[in-house]
């Protein structure tokens, strides 16, 4: 039992790892330029901010945060996400 406890401990040790790596790959590239974030929340037609955009965003960032929040270290499992969250995203992508 000793063995499997130390290899959930390694699998989320590992997995923050590798999520910490992307995002500091992630974070790097918008410091240098290298991705681009101009007229991430601007219409394409006319260049303005965009509401929709915005509201995807920020709906995509709390439901991120709520969903990692909810992981239970102690079971392994990851949860169901959950069908509100679902149609909150896919509504504002209309």
């Known amino acids: 039992m000793a063995e499997f406890e130390t290899l959930i401990v390694f699998a989320h040790v590992s997995g923050l790892l590798?999520?910490?790596?992307?995002?500091?790959?992630?974070?790097y590239g918008m410091l240098n330029g290298r991705i681009q974030l101009r007229?991430?929340?601007?219409?394409?037609?006319?260049?303005?901010?965009?509401?929709?955009?915005?509201?995807?965003?920020?709906?995509?960032?709390?439901?991120?945060?709520?969903?990692?929040?909810?992981?239970d270290s102690q079971s392994g499992a990851l949860p169901a996400v959950p069908t509100e969250q679902l149609a909150r995203v896919g509504s504002s992508n209309l």
Request: aromatic residues 4%; neutral net charge.
């Open 18 to 27: 590798l999520i910490g790596g992307f995002m500091a790959t992630v974070g």
């Open 39 to 71: 007229g991430l929340l601007c219409d394409k037609e006319t260049g303005a901010l965009s509401p929709g955009r915005l509201q995807l965003l920020m709906l995509t960032l709390v439901g991120a945060g709520s969903y990692v929040g909810s992981i």
